[in-house]
């Protein structure tokens, strides 16, 4: 058995859309009633869980969901301007000779998705793209994808920077790759236990091949 699919998280994995994001967050902080964030305060932010995150902002529940819409649809503007993380492009297309299918799993929006993908020349690095607005909800549509595509959860990867993409690989049975260069420290990360914690793109391609070696 062998690894035949790898699920990519899209911000803070592929796209450098941590600034981005964070400057549309603070723009909008009167009109939803949370807290702006302060340089200062973004390097201990990325020491917290994601549900950790939403607690500290101070942003109620019910505008959560508005919020989170608001900031994809005002990051479309912005696309231009963001960047694919050094070395992801080389390390993408190394993998792609590994493994039968990769893809995208993301809480972004399939319009801004694209729209860099076009921009960074990688639309035809992936097999498919799926997008979940739920935050804490990717592990169903991992579930899916496996059921209809009838690939095992062992045969499966999912790679993301968040504490939620480790949650949700686990939920799914699948290999956690969790990534340090996104949005989540090191630190936080490893409180959750990933079946492999790595700190640049190439060291995917070594926790690939180490995984079809021990399949």
Known sequence: ??????????????????HSIVGITN????EFGH????TAEIAQIKNLSSRQIIKQSGISILKFPLLVARVKSELNAEISKIQPFPEIKETLLELRKRVDKVGI????????????????DMDYFFDFIYTEAALFSKSRVIK????????????????????????????SKVTAIAVSWGFNSAAALEQYQPDFLI??????????????TSC
């Open 105 to 120: 799993l993301s809480s972004n929006s399939k319009d801004n998705i694209f729209a860099f993908l076009e921009l960074n």
């Open 27 to 30: 723009r909008l902080a009167v």
């Open 199 to 212: 700190h640049q793109p190439a060291e995917l391609i070594a926790a690939i091949d180490k995984l079809n």
């Open 1 to 18: 058995m062998t690894i035949k699919v790898i699920f990519f998280d899209f911000d803070g994995t592929i796209a450098d859309t941590l």
């Open 144 to 171: 899916k994808i496996l059921k209809q595509e009838r690939i095992a959860p062992s045969e499966s990867v999912y790679v993301g920077d968040e504490t939620r993409d480790i949650e949700a690989a686990k939920r």
């Open 35 to 38: 807290k702006p964030i302060s």
